[in-house]
C-alpha cells in the first residue's frame, strides 16, 4: 500500500504580479519503507512539493492523500493535528527550540500528542541513544553542533511515531563529515526499521545514498530512478 | 502540558537577559513609585478626612430629614433607646455622640455677639473630636456642668474670661423663647481661625432645657471602624432607620475636602497613567521584539503539530511573566517600606510645617497602605500586559506557516 500518493498536483503563486508555477502536475506515488530523494535545482519545486505533502501549504488543484486522508481536504485546524500524528518532519535549520533540552525537545512532540511521562521519557533516551547521542541528552541546542542538533530533529520526527519523515534539505547547513553521519544514521533508521524517508536535497554526496531519486525541473517530474 | 507551557514560557522570557531585565526592571521601579504615590495620596486624605471627620462632622450624620436644609430647631430628632439600639446594631458603627445645636446671641456687659451653641455629652464629644485638649484656661465641662465654653476670638470680643456669666438668647423648640445664664467654665482655642470664631459649648441636657427641646438632639453623630466603611454604614442606616431619617455622610456635609481630594486623585491618576504607559510600551516593544526574532522557531513549533492555541497561551504567559515579576519585585521593596512610613510619617520643617499646623494637621508627609495602594498597581500591571498580549495573541492566530519557514 502507498503511504503517499499525489494526483496532478499544482501549486501557483499569484501573489505578486507575475504567476509562479512552483509545482505543476505532480503524480506521485510513495511506498512504506522508500528511502527517497527529491532533487533538482533551488527554485525548482521541492520545498513547495514537500509543504503540500506535508500538510503545510494548500495545493491550488490536485489531490494529496496520506494512508487514507486527502490531506488537502483537511481544514487548517485539523491539518495542525494530523501533522502531528502522521509527520515527522526535519527542516533545513531551526529545528528545535532553543530553551529546551535536547530530551526535553524529544519529549515535547510526545507531550503534544498527550503521552504519559513515563513513556516520553523512555522513548526520548532510546531515540536519542539510537541517534548517537545518549550522553547529550541534557545539553540545549546551542550546545550541540549543527549536525547533532539535526540528529535531534530526526529523533523529535520520530518520537511522534509518524507514517513517514519529511526532510526538507536536512543537510545544507552541515559539513561533509555532519552531512555523512546525518546519512548514515537516517539510513540506518529506514533499513533497521522501516522508517520510510523522503528528502530533498541539491548536494550530489546526498543524492547517492538515496535509494530512489526523483529529480524535478520547473515543478514537474524530469526523471524517477530507483537504484536496487 | 500547562507546566510545560509556563516552563517554556519562562525560559523565552530570559534568553535575552539584559532585555528582560530592563522591561522588568522599568515595572519594578514604576510599582515602587507608584505604591509610594498612591500609598501618600491614601494617607494625606484619609489624615485629611480625619481632620474633618474628628473635629466636628463625624463620618456620618443622622438627622430629621428637613433639618440640613432648614438647619431648624424646629427640626429635631429623638435619640430614645429605640433609635440608638437600632443604630448601635448596625454594622461598623464605633461611637454614636447626640448633639443639639442652634445659633445664639451671647452677651456680656456692653457686648453682645452671635454664634453657635452647641449641646453636647462631655465625655462621649471628647472621645469623638477630642475637644477637651482645645481648653487653653479654665476646665473642660463635666456631666452634670452648668457651665459654658467659649471659642478664644469670640471669649476676646464679648471680653469676658473664665468665672464670668454671660447671657444667652435664642429660639426655641415650637416657638418657645430661649434664655440663659452660664459661668464660663473654660476659654476653648482651636488650630482652625474659623472655629475660634464661634464655638460655644454646654451639655446636651442644659442645652435641650434653654432650647425647651427635653430629650431632642439636632444631630447623632457617628463614627466607623474603618474609613472604607463609611458608604456600606450608610447603607446600612437607610435600611434600618428608612425615611424617618436622613443619613449624611461626612462628604455630603463638606463637599469642599471631598472635591479637593477628588481633584488632587485626578492628578495622580494622571501622572501615574502617563508613567504606566511609558511602561506599556517598554513592555509592547519588548514583546514586538521577541516575536520577530523568533518568527522561524515559531513557524517550525506549528509545523511539527503545535496547536496555535497552545502556542499563544505560551506566547502570553510570556507577557505576564515579565509582568509579574516587575510587581512581585517592586512589592518586595515598596510593600516594607510603606508599612515602615505609614509608622513613621516623614515630618516636615519650616513654611511648609506652619500652614500644615494652620490646618490643624501635624506637619509630616502621611503614608497609607490601603488595599489600593497595592492593588491598584496590580490590576495596571496585569491590565497591561494582558493588553500588550493581544500582539503576539493575534500573530500567532494570523501565522502562516510556510512563510515564517521560509522567513
Ligand atoms: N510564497 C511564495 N510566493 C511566490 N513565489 C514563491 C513562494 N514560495 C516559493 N515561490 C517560488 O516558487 C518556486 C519554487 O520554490 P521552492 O519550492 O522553494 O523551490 P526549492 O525548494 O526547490 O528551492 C520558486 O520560483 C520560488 O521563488
Ligand atoms: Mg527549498
Known amino acids: 500500500m502507498n503511504v503517499i500518493e499525489t494526483n496532478n498536483l499544482t501549486k501557483t503563486y499569484n501573489d505578486s504580479e507575475v504567476e509562479v508555477h512552483a509545482v505543476q502536475g505532480i503524480d506521485l506515488k510513495i511506498e512504506e519503507g522508500e528511502f527517497t530523494a527529491i532533487v533538482g535545482p533551488s527554485g525548482c519545486g521541492k520545498t513547495t512539493f514537500l509543504n503540500m505533502v506535508g500538510g503545510l501549504d494548500q495545493p491550488t488543484s490536485g489531490t494529496v492523500r496520506v494512508g487514507d486522508t486527502y490531506v488537502n481536504e483537511l481544514k487548517s485546524s485539523e491539518l495542525i493535528d494530523f501533522r502531528l500524528h502522521n509527520i515527522g518532519f526535519v527542516f533545513q535549520a531551526y529545528n528545535l527550540i532553543p530553551v529546551l533540552t535536547a530530551r526535553e525537545n524529544v519529549e515535547f512532540i510526545m507531550q503534544l500528542q498527550g503521552k504519559d511521562k513515563k513513556e516520553r521519557e523512555q522513548r526520548a533516551s532510546n531515540l536519542l541513544t539510537e541517534v548517537g547521542l545518549g550522553d547529550r541528552i541534557n545539553s540545549r541546542p546551542s550546545r550541540l553542533s549543527g549536525g547533532q542538533q539535526q540528529r535531534v530533529a530526526v529523533a523529535r520526527a520520530l518520537a511522534s511515531k509518524p507514517k513517514f519523515v519529511l526532510a526538507d534539505e536536512p543537510t545544507a547547513n552541515l559539513d561533509s563529515k555532519s552531512t555523512e553521519t546525518l546519512l548514515d544514521m537516517m539510513e540506518k533508521l529506514n533499513k533497521e526499521e522501516n522508517i520510510t524517508f523522503i528528502f530533498s536535497t541539491h548536494d550530489m554526496r546526498v543524492v547517492n545514498k538515496a535509494r530512489r531519486v526523483i529529480k524535478l525541473e520547473d515543478g514537474k517530474i524530469i526523471s524517477d530512478e530507483r537504484k536496487s | ?407
Not at chain 2, 519562562?10 to 505604591?35: E, K, P
Request: proline share 4%; with cysteine; glycine share 8%.
Open chain 2, 1 to 407: 502540558m500547562a507546566a510545560t507551557e509556563l516552563k517554556l514560557a519562562w525560559r523565552n522570557i530570559w534568553r535575552n537577559r539584559r532585555r528582560t531585565f530592563i522591561t522588568v526592571a522599568s515595572i519594578f521601579f514604576g510599582v515602587i513609585l507608584c505604591t509610594l504615590m498612591s500609598s501618600m495620596q491614601n494617607g494625606t486624605y484619609s489624615k485629611m478626612i480625619d481632620n474633618v471627620v474628628s473635629f466636628y462632622s463625624g463620618y456620618v450624620q443622622i438627622h430629621h430629614p428637613n433639618y440640613w436644609e432648614s438647619k431648624s430647631i424646629d427640626d429635631l430628632i429623638i435619640p430614645d433607646d429605640s433609635l440608638i439600639n437600632k443604630v448601635k446594631e448596625s454594622e461598623h458603627i464605633e461611637l454614636i455622640v447626640p448633639r443639639i445645636e442652634s445659633f445664639a446671641l451671647m452677651s456680656y456687659g456692653e457686648n453682645t455677639k452671635g454664634g453657635m451653641l452647641i449641646g453636647i455629652k462631655p465625655e462621649e464629644e471628647n472621645e469623638l473630636t477630642g475637644l477637651k485638649k482645645w481648653v487653653s484656661k479654665g476646665r473642660y465641662l463635666n456631666t452634670k456642668d452648668d457651665g459654658i465654653l467659649i471659642a478664644v476670638n469670640l471669649a476676646r470680643n464679648l471680653n469676658v474670661e473664665v468665672g464670668d456669666t454671660v447671657a444667652l438668647i435664642s429660639q426655641g423648640h415650637h416657638g418657645y423663647s430661649a434664655s440663659g445664664l452660664f459661668p464660663v467654665a473654660g476659654i476653648l482655642e482651636f488650630p482652625f481661625p474659623a472655629l475660634n470664631n464661634f464655638g460655644t459649648y454646654i451639655t446636651l441636657e442644659q442645652a435641650q432645657l434653654f432650647f425647651s427641646a427635653p430629650d431632642m438632639a439636632t444631630s447623632l453623630v457617628l463614627t466607623v471602624d474603618d474609613y472604607d466603611k463609611v458608604y456600606p454604614a450608610k447603607d446600612n442606616l437607610v435600611d434600618k432607620l428608612g425615611e424617618k431619617y436622613s443619613i449624611m455622610t461626612w462628604d455630603e456635609m463638606d463637599p469642599v475636602t471631598k472635591q479637593m481630594i477628588e481633584g488632587d486623585k485626578g492628578q495622580g491618576i494622571i501622572m501615574k497613567g502617563i508613567l504606566y504607559i511609558l511602561i506599556g510600551f517598554g513592555v509592547f516593544s519588548t514583546v514586538i521584539m521577541m516575536i520577530a526574532e523568533r518568527r522561524k522557531e515559531l513557524g517550525v513549533m506549528v509545523a511539527i503539530g503545535m496547536n496555535k492555541l497552545k502556542l499563544a497561551r505560551v506566547l502570553f504567559y510570556e507577557t505576564v511573566l515579565i509582568g509579574i515579576t516587575g510587581i512581585v519585585t517592586g512589592f518586595l521593596v515598596s510593600l516594607p517600606l510603606v508599612i515602615w512610613l505609614v509608622h513613621k510619617p516623614i515630618p516636615l520643617g519650616g513654611e511648609v510645617a506652619s500652614v500644615y499646623e494652620e490646618f490643624g494637621m501635624e506637619p509630616a508627609i502621611y503614608f497609607g497602605a490601603d488595599s489600593m495602594v497595592f492593588g491598584g498597581q496590580i490590576l495596571v500591571v496585569i491590565g497591561i500586559t494582558i493588553l500588550v498580549s493581544i500582539y503576539p495573541i493575534t500573530k500567532i492566530m494570523r501565522l502562516k506557516v510556510t512563510k515564517s519557514l521560509r522567513s
